[in-house]
């Protein structure tokens, strides 16, 4: 299984390594960095490359590549899965993760690495049993570590460890009992010239935080269950209820965790909650090159658009650009080509545009393509894709907790080409 994992920053250093089975040498990771260097991008590195004599996986989150090292088949997903699980409970544990939080709490990291591998294996990965086992931790932890010479390892068991709901502690206790549900869909589109899709799907996940005392039985209906596809749950979730009536029914675990992601591909259930128009032409014996853009929402069902920031890479042979937006700021990088427009909140009454000209460098000739707009948009209290919850229902417990749902869209990979 996996042998050995690196993390490796966006500078190209492993800063953190860790081995389970047998010490893999660094060496190994040459590959991941010649791999790296073919890839124009990060997000672009192949998630699997093999090597003579061993695999390896990688996911990259947080400007940080956590780089698997396996010797023998397994199935990919399995691995990949399992490190952006690393990653969450990472985040869990320190609020963010990043290189100079792992590096400030390097003993904690190898920690809980060690609880969450047993002999390359995954063991305990719920953040509840984790936290049980290596206490997160805090100032007052850290001094009196410090000073006495201990460690974050709990005393005893995690209570849930051995229970028929692992992932839940057993007398957990609060005073406000609440329950709180976000349905967060991002959507990924592909719009051409004429504003026509060609292609776009969502990609959704509900993410909960549930603080409720003892052990709730709760149920969640939705009002049009038939438009999730290809569903992911937390283990938690009973899987015969769902496939015979389309209710999620769960003994929670206690805190944040993902309740379920899910797909929708059909074209005809995407709505495209924003729209471009654009002019952009190159003269072929002119030095000059007109750009208009303006950005406007559409079936966003009253609701506003927030966060819209517009980036276009410009083709190599454009020197400069002189433009005025009505909205927003706008700049423009010589050297790397970049424009970037944000836009912020768009109002209905007055949709934003960005208008000028570009400087292009004389004699050259005309580019072959025209850029590409690249758009990124947030839409609060929306599921675009129509999902909505019906009701939430608790058992098991006497006290009426509080409840709460609430939605979100934002663009994931959203692309306008001109």
């Known amino acids: 299984m996996i042998h050995s994992l690196f993390l490796i920053n966006s500078s190209g250093d492993i800063f953190l390594e860790k081995h389970w089975k047998s010490v893999v040498s660094r060496s190994v990771c040459d590959y991941f960095f010649e791999a790296q260097e073919r890839a124009t991008e990060a997000e672009n590195v192949p998630p699997v490359i093999p090597t003579p004599h061993h695999y390896l996986l990688s996911v990259y989150r947080h400007k940080i590549f956590f780089v698997a090292v396996i010797q023998t088949e397994v199935p990919p997903l399995f691995v990949i899965e399992f490190l952006h699980r690393v990653v969450d409970t990472f985040q869990d544990y320190f609020g963010v993760c990043s290189e100079v939080v792992l590096k400030d709490n390097v003993v904690v990291v190898y920690e809980v690495l060690e609880e969450m591998l047993d002999n390359g294996f995954p063991l305990a990965t719920e953040s509840n049993i984790l936290k049980e086992l290596i206490k997160p931790p805090t100032i007052l932890r850290t001094v009196v570590n410090t000073i006495t010479g201990s460690t974050n390892v709990g005393d005893q068991l995690p209570t849930g460890q051995l229970s028929v709901v692992p992932w839940r502690r057993t007398g957990v206790k609060y005073t406000n009992n609440e329950a709180y549900f976000d349905v967060i869909e991002e959507i990924d589109a592909i719009i051409d010239k004429s504003g026509s899709t060609i292609t776009a799907e969502i990609q959704g996940v509900i993410d909960a935080c549930v603080k409720l005392t003892g052990m709730p039985d709760l149920t969640l209906s939705f009002m049009n269950p038939r438009l999730l596809d290809d569903v992911s749950f937390h283990p938690c979730v009973r899987f015969k209820r769902w496939e015979s009536e389309r209710i999620l029914s769960f003994i929670p675990p206690d805190g944040n965790f993902r309740l379920l992601s899910y797909h ?54 454009v020197l400069n650009m002189s433009l005025t937006s009505s909205h927003g700021m706008h700049v423009f990088d010589p050297v790397t080509k970049l424009l970037s427009w944000d836009v912020g909140k768009i109002n209905p009454q007055k949709l934003p545009s960005l208008k000028g000209t570009m400087s292009l460098q004389a004699g050259a000739f005309k580019p072959d393509e025209n850029p590409t707009i690249n758009l990124q948009f947030k839409i609060q209290q929306l599921a675009i894709s129509g999902l909505k919850v019906n009701r939430l229902d608790m058992y098991g417990e006497k006290y009426k907790p509080f409840k709460g749902i609430k939605y979100m869209t934002k663009a994931g990979k959203f692309q306008v080409r001109t």
Not at 274 to 298: A, M, Q, W
Not at 306 to 315: D, L
């Open 264 to 317: 929708v591909s059909a074209q005809n259930l995407v709505a495209i909650p924003v729209y471009v128009k654009h002019n952009i032409s190159f003269r072929d014996s002119s030095s000059l090159g007109r750009f208009e853009i303006t950005v406007g929402p559409k079936q966003t069902m009253g609701k506003t658009l927030e966060g819209v920031m517009v980036t276009s890479q410009m083709p190599k042979g």
